[in-house]
């Protein structure tokens, strides 16, 4: 099928109460199903799924939508990875590539290699986690002995070892049929200069990476013994994994993310381990990078607020000061944790407790009070062009004006020399900054030709017929529009965190029925006449008075009978 054929299909096959009942207690409560909400805390149940309508909604978190977007929600996937997932549930083959048979033949080729590579994968896992059962595994459960983690830990987090040989992977490998050559695209072996494929991971503990579809998609590796090596090394970006995408231990802190509604971010991998073992079942790491856009995209699926969990020295106050920029901009709260001089969370954890932790966590400032400690040991220059900067990067506009006012607050400067050159004119007003009345009747407009399109999108030539398309004026308007009239029924799995919510509120269940189309397009039409009226008046007269003193008279009356026709027109 192609896409939009499965989109169809998928949610004739699957049913949006069983696929919710997977992770939330539904109760039957009239013709609905109720629960407490799986994407915030609370002990109420105003989380609410129509199954006649396949919708849910959350009287509490707003969050809504249908099967994909749950799906998509709960387990932190794009709406290209609900696709396939659900459609491989479901039983439905997705063409892609058009109607070109070279180009599907190759999208074939993609989806079996990378089934392969899936493959490869587990037996990868399986070979490793069986290797550190054996005697020459002893110095790695020694260390793992020595680390303090549990049995229970090391199995829930498949860790393994990578025995010393070159070939011991690639010969699992080979005689289970793979080729070596797709092996190396994997990332599980490197290739020598004459040829030759060999393990890249050797006398390591072995940390398994998965997807949140629980498949397993890169390996990480700490060496046991000899400095002549990395410490830590990772999977290089292979066609099923960028380590700029995936978090270490997203996985299995999903659920422990999802009830506490909030997430435990720190660096390395036995950080990880060793929160989950002392029971903080919602600790991810960020895989030896700096904290990316695309890590903060999929776990603001999960939740809003974010516990950061840094060193206390001057990289991990850096560290710290730009994931809190990058999270703040996209309306996500989050507070700094900064361990002591000298410890990570392992060793306080084991030294101090949980007690110690949790003092910590209780006196953490929040994201902005943290960069605005960090920023006072700046030159005031320095400081006022960071928070400018900061401010022209948040997402939400409605943010802006809070954010500016506490920022001037706190760094004791005025909030007008703050914002001032902060958007040029025509950006103020979606910015934050007060609007003039008649750009306020505009966003007014926008917004209602915005609802006709989102209630009724297969109407949007009539739409285009009434010039509703032209009237346009906000960025955000237009870019909605072009979204419904590029993607049509698949343009709901394309929308920003802002325009989902718009949605909802038009077509979630507490909109009124689409069910009168004609007389909606009615309103909207008269309005928009006397949009394009008031629009031609105000150019006839601008022409005229610019005319006026020229001593073209000719042109002066042709004006004015313009302006005489226009304002009848305006009267009928």
């Known amino acids: 099928m192609q896409s939009r054929d499965a989109i169809r299909a998928i949610k004739e096959r699957l049913n949006i109460v069983d696929m919710v009942r997977r992770y939330v207690d539904l109760k039957r409560n009239g013709p609905r199903w109720v629960a407490p909400c799986p994407f915030h805390q609370e002990t109420k149940p105003s989380f609410s799924v129509n199954e006649d309508q396949g919708l849910f909604y959350c009287f509490g978190c707003h969050a809504s939508g249908d099967i994909f977007d749950f799906y998509g929600r709960i387990n932190g996937l794009d709406f290209k990875e609900c696709l396939e997932q659900l459609a491989a549930e479901a039983g439905i083959s997705i063409e892609r590539g058009g109607s070109d048979p070279a180009r599907q033949g190759e999208e074939r080729q993609r989806r079996s290699a990378r089934q392969q590579m899936l493959r490869m994968y587990e ?14 595994a002893a110095e790695c459960r020694a260390y793992i002995e020595k680390r303090g983690l549990s049995e229970e830990i090391v199995q829930r987090f498949g860790l393994g070892w990578a025995r010393r040989e070159w070939q011991s992977l690639a010969d699992a490998l080979r005689r289970a049929g793979f080729a070596s050559r797709l ?14 494929a060999y393990d890249r991971f050797r006398g390591r503990l072995i940390f398994p990476i998965k997807s ?9 590796g700490r060496i046991i013994a000899g400095e002549d090596e990395a410490k ?3 999977s290089a970006d292979t066609p099923l994994y960028k380590k700029g995408e995936h978090l270490y231990g997203l996985a299995q802190a999903r659920r422990g993310i999802t009830t506490s509604g909030r997430v435990l971010l720190t660096e390395g991998y036995m950080d990880v381990l060793t929160l989950h073992q002392f029971g903080y079942d919602n600790a991810v790491g960020v895989l030896g990078t700096a904290l990316t856009p695309d890590q903060i995209k999929r776990l603001s699926g999960f939740a809003s607020q974010l516990v950061l969990l840094f060193d206390g020295d001057r990289a991990g106050r850096k560290a710290a000061l ?32 949980t007690e110690a932790f949790e003092a910590l966590q209780a006196k953490a400032p929040d994201g902005l009070r943290f960069c605005v400690d960090v920023l006072k040991a700046l030159a005031p220059r320095e400081t006022v062009e960071w928070a400018r900067n900061f401010l022209r990067r948040i997402e939400l506009p409605e943010l802006v004006n809070s954010c500016a006012s506490r920022l001037a607050g706190e760094l004791q400067i ?17 910015r934050g900054v007060a609007p003039r009345p008649s750009l306020a009747r505009q966003n007014m407009r926008d917004r209602q030709i915005m609802m006709y399109a989102v209630r009724y999108p297969e109407r949007l030539a009539d739409l285009r017929a009434l010039g509703a398309d032209l009237a346009l004026q906000s960025a955000i308007a237009r870019q909605l529009w072009d979204k419904i009239e590029e993607m049509g029924e698949e343009a709901p799995y394309h929308l920003d965190q802002r325009e989902k919510n718009f949605w909802s509120f038009c077509r979630g269940p507490e909109a009124a029925p689409r069910d009168n189309g004609d007389k909606e397009l009615e309103f909207l039409r008269r309005d928009l006449d006397a949009y394009y009226v008031s629009a031609q008046k105000s150019s006839v007269s601008a022409a005229l008075r610019q005319n006026t003193g020229t001593g073209d008279f000719a042109a002066d009356l042709d004006y004015l009978r313009a302006l005489q026709e226009t304002l009848e027109k305006g009267h009928e």
Do not use: K, W
């Not at 092996?183 to 030759?196: K, T």
């Not at 498949?215 to 990480?220: D, L, M, N, Y």
């Open 212 to 220: 949140l579809s629980n498949q397993i998609i890169a390996f990480g």
């Open 183 to 196: 092996a190396v695209e994997a990332g599980l072996l490197g290739l020598s200069g004459n040829g030759r």
């Open 123 to 136: 037996l990868a896992a399986g070979h490793f986690s069986a290797a550190l059962a054996s005697p020459e």
């Open 322 to 353: 730009r994931s809190c920029e990058m999270l703040l901009a996209r309306g996500l709260a989050c507070s700094v944790v900064l361990l002591p001089e000298g410890e990570d969370i392992d060793s306080l954890l084991r030294t101090a407790g």
């Open 232 to 234: 830590y090394i990772n």
């Open 414 to 430: 005025s909030e007008a020399e703050l914002r001032r050159g902060l958007f040029p004119p025509a950006e103020r007003g979606r």
